[in-house]
């Protein structure tokens, strides 16, 4: 029996909050694509493995522990919508910082091949086609 796409997403959480990055990138599709919003401290799309790897080294440069909790998650064919906090302490300040985004995965073949993060919960709900359920 497959996996569920829940379960998948959750998977891909669970291995980075380990600081486990290969179990992680075991979820995603070596051409995945992420989308992250204008407002963020990174920006733009960043492409395959390659591209999140670097994405992800920059985080882990920045802060000396960043988090992600899933909060809820809501399923929509091969869409799951992940309402995540994220917790973070900036490695040089020190600063803590707390931000309750929502991603929006797509889920084919058993891996993520895009996920985009969505500042506003509701706009996320709405993108994968869940109405105004958020």
Excluded: C
């Excluded at 029996?1 to 070596?30: Q, S, T």
């Excluded at 989308?35 to 985080?59: A, C, K, W």
């Excluded at 797509?106 to 993520?112: D, E, L, P």
Aim: proline share 4%; no cysteine.
């Amino acid at each position: 029996m497959p996996r569920a796409n829940v379960d998948i997403v959750r998977e891909g959480y669970e291995a980075w909050n380990r600081g486990d990055l290969e179990a992680m990138f075991a979820v995603i599709d070596p051409e995945v694509e992420w989308q992250l919003p204008d407002s963020g401290m990174n920006t733009g799309t960043y492409r395959g493995h390659e591209g999140v790897r670097e994405l992800m080294e920059s985080y882990l440069e920045a802060f000396e522990r960043f988090t992600i909790e899933l909060e809820q998650v809501f399923e929509a064919g091969d869409q799951v919508v992940a309402f995540v906090r994220a917790v973070a302490r900036g490695r040089a300040s020190g600063i803590d910082i707390e931000t309750r985004p929502a991603h929006v995965w797509t889920i084919r073949g058993g891996k993520g091949v895009r996920m985009e993060v969505f500042p506003e919960r509701k706009r996320a709900v709405q993108a994968a086609g869940l109405g105004d359920a958020g």
